[in-house]
């Protein structure tokens, strides 16, 4: 995959928390008559704890998913890093994720026991015996590794316990349509972040997109996740999560596998 930017390289501010972001505000706005008051705010809550509740009933999900990475350079420029990818799981422990970016092809297959990251442009991959559960793997891949899974937060079966305790502040902001699907509109604060998330209507509430703002990172840059062609159960098609590696593939230490995020190399973080 041909890319103008390989070879040069692109300083950044660091980011506050590992997947956040940069979208400066256009302007000031208030929200007049939209703050949630205290059963507003309790309604809130509630449906994403419906949400949350949903998406851990679900055995097999499968989705496709767009994320936008903003990054703020040391001259002060935003730039918004795309990628696309799937999403297949199976709990507790079966998990594919594929991804394409204008740096990468990467693709995350774990069966349980293994985990296999690989990168079909430079025809690389890493393997880690990690024996345990779809959660426990995601939690590797971000605190030992720093390699963040794309809507890694949709993958647990306790998003609601992972994000609400750090919740100081909730705002409804009604209704939005996201791809034609009606959806509840709600803004959480947090100390160091700003989580926006829509979530749909009806007897499938689950998230239509997820925005995570780093309020601590000049520029305030954003992680945007849209997630469309949601499928469970039995629409869910078959999947052996297993790899074999092409002949042409290379082993190597995860650490050592090039463009295995959504920061490519070429991003370096300023010291």
């Not at 007049?32 to 097999?60: C, E, P, R, V």
């Not at 559960?133 to 992972?162: C, F, Q």
């Not at 629409?235 to 082993?251: I, M, N, Q, T």
Request: glycine content about 6%; hydrophobic content about 40%; proline content about 6%.
């Amino acid at each position: 995959m041909h890319n103008p930017m390989r070879g040069s390289v692109a300083r950044l501010t660091r980011p506050a928390a590992p997947w956040v972001v940069a979208a400066s505000m256009v302007g000031a706005v208030g929200l007049a008559g939209m703050h949630a008051a205290n059963a507003d705010g309790a309604q809130a809550k509630a449906l994403f704890k419906t949400m949350s509740d949903y998406l851990a009933a679900q055995k097999q999900i499968s989705f496709d998913v767009d994320t936008s990475l903003e990054v703020v350079t040391t001259q002060k420029q935003r730039i918004a890093l795309a990628s696309s990818g799937k999403v297949t799981l199976s709990r507790p422990d079966k998990l594919h994720i594929t991804r394409t970016g204008g740096f990468s092809d990467t693709e995350v297959v774990y069966d349980g026991k293994t985990m296999t990251v690989s990168d079909r442009d430079s025809r690389q991959y890493a393997q880690l015996d990690e024996p345990g559960t779809i959660e426990s793997m995601v939690d590797v891949l971000r605190d030992k590794y720093n390699k963040p899974a794309p809507a890694a937060d949709l993958l647990t079966t306790n998003m609601y316990a992972r994000l609400m305790p750090q919740v100081v502040d909730v705002d409804d902001l009604g209704s939005g349509v996201i791809r034609g699907t009606e959806c509840d509109h709600f803004a959480f604060r947090m100390p160091d972040v700003d989580v926006q998330i829509w979530i749909a209507h009806g007897a499938r509430p689950y998230p239509c997109r997820y925005v995570i703002t780093s309020t601590k990172v000049d520029g305030w840059p954003q992680y945007t996740i849209d997630v469309s062609n949601w499928k469970t159960g039995s629409e869910v098609a078959a999947d052996g999560f297993s790899f074999k590696a092409p002949g042409e593939f290379k082993k190597v230490k995860l650490e050592d596998l090039h463009n295995a995020d959504e920061l490519p190399d070429q991003f370096a973080p300023s010291k």
